[in-house]
């Protein structure tokens, strides 16, 4: 089953990933101690979240403490939709200001990669040759920039990763049946995917949709990356589990993902 739960932590894990050669989770919004709307697992304190910091930071606890991995052990960073990459030697300590990415690496045990969602797509990358982890952070922006195109290029020239031998897993996000786009959108994915872009662009309804779980399982293909699991969960269909900006309105918590190799 792809769901766990320690006490109260419910998460989701890949099954592509060895999971005595590393830990990793997608945190569900179940087993916090947030109020609503931010009921319960909050992991994000940011200005459009409102939620209290102390409260925020006992939910990431009590996360890691479910996994076993220190919270003293986490890197994170601001997200903001950029195709920039972070490659960890060490944990953030807590008075050092968050760098600007979307994507962070690390081949340190000692370091447990974190980032926040609440639709667009958490990746996460393993290459158990070059015991190599990561996690990414993909909305519409960091698609159609081709995040994970630059990831997985940092992969190979950071720690000599064979793309063959990358395992991927994209996580729970919002589906294309839930995503109506604009026409900056639709014109930027058909510039960036070419001939590739009408199927990630259905129009049922007449109304345009991205796909945002085919796009990355994409662009991960031309990278060269060939194990890739999709979680097919759907964010904005499963409020009981995950937070989703686009169905929620705004009002909202962020859920959690991390990964880390084990020693």
């Not at 890691?64 to 920039?84: C, I, K, T």
């Not at 982890?133 to 519409?140: E, L, Q, R, S, T």
């Not at 409020?239 to 859920?255: C, I, M, P, Q």
Request: hydrophobic fraction near 40%; charge should be negative; proline fraction near 5%.
């Amino acid at each position: 089953m792809p769901f766990h739960k320690v006490n109260s932590i419910r998460y989701y894990c890949f099954d592509i990933f060895e999971t005595s050669a590393l830990t990793h989770a997608v945190f569900t919004r179940q087993g916090g101690l947030s109020p609503r709307p931010w009921d319960s697992l909050n992991m994000g304190a940011s200005a459009m979240v409102l939620d209290d910091h102390d409260r925020v930071r006992n939910n990431r606890i009590l996360a890691f403490n479910a996994l076993g991995r220190e919270p003293e052990s986490m890197y994170d960073v601001w997200q903001v939709h950029s195709v920039d990459v972070v490659c960890a030697e060490k944990p953030r300590p807590r008075d050092v200001p968050h760098i600007k990415a979307d994507a962070i690496l690390t081949d340190n045990p000692e370091v447990t990669l974190f980032m926040r969602f609440a639709d667009c797509v958490p990746i996460l990358l393993y290459d158990p040759v070059q015991r190599v982890v990561g996690v990414v952070h993909a909305g519409w922006q960091g698609t159609v920039r081709k995040i994970l195109s630059v990831v997985v290029e940092a992969m190979v020239e950071r720690y000599q990763s064979k793309p063959e031998d990358i395992q991927a897993g994209i996580g729970p996000s919002i589906a294309a049946h839930h995503y109506e786009v604009g026409v900056e959108v639709v014109e930027q994915v058909r510039q960036v995917f070419g001939e590739d872009a009408e199927r990630l662009l259905p129009a049922p309804d007449g109304a345009v949709q991205f796909d945002l779980w085919r796009a990355n399982q994409l662009l991960l293909e031309q990278a060269g990356v060939r194990d890739i699991q999709i979680s097919g969960i759907c964010t904005a269909c499963h409020l009981d589990d995950w937070y989703s900006h686009r169905a929620e309105k705004g009002k909202t918590g962020r859920f959690g993902a991390l990964i880390g190799l084990n020693a």
